[in-house]
């Protein structure tokens, strides 16, 4: 069984995210341990830990915070590159679709007026394909009819961005 060196932080890292409650809960007590005053601990008769004992609870406070600190930072790091990536790819999309052909387009508002909002399409069609490859419409599911010449009639229905942005602008699907 070989064990590559990524695999081992990448676990390293998810288990870190796992204990964050945990791990939320060392910093508080090592920080209790340092910071209450000394009657509060002489009370609880832990005013007297050796030096190393203190060292060690030192040590573990930093750690614990400079762990929960890079795990707060990364996750926010990694939801500002999510968002910031959606919007450049609904960008593009949105360009894409106002290069749409005439009849491409027609498809588009077809399926977004339609009641179900779904449409029956040609799936060897230039237009489905397009449409399809190119994130503006999906197929739920495998059901198909067979249509002149054997044709493969499948059902597709529009994307979430494109309802979103047909909901939000409408006036660019006129």
Known sequence: MSVSFDNLVEKTFDNF?????????????????????????????LNELPVLWNRIIGIIFLLSIALIATIVI?????????????????ENLKKKLLTLSPRQKAIVLQVL?????????DKTSGDTIYLVNNLFLHMPEQVFTLGWNNA???????????????????ELFK
Do not use: C, H
């Not at 597709?156 to 047909?166: F, G, I, K, S, T």
């Open 152 to 170: 493969m009639i499948l059902t597709y229905v529009p994307q979430p961005w494109l309802l979103e942005l047909y909901n939000e602008e409408p």
């Open 113 to 121: 007026r339609s009641e179900d909002k779904t449409i029956s399409l």
């Open 17 to 45: 995210k796992k204990i964050t409650p945990a791990l939320a809960a060392v910093a508080i007590l090592s920080g209790l341990l340092i910071f209450l005053p000394e009657s509060v601990l002489a009370k609880m008769n």
């Open 74 to 90: 990364f996750s926010v790091i990694s939801d500002i590159s999510t968002r910031r990536r959606n919007k450049r790819i609904r």
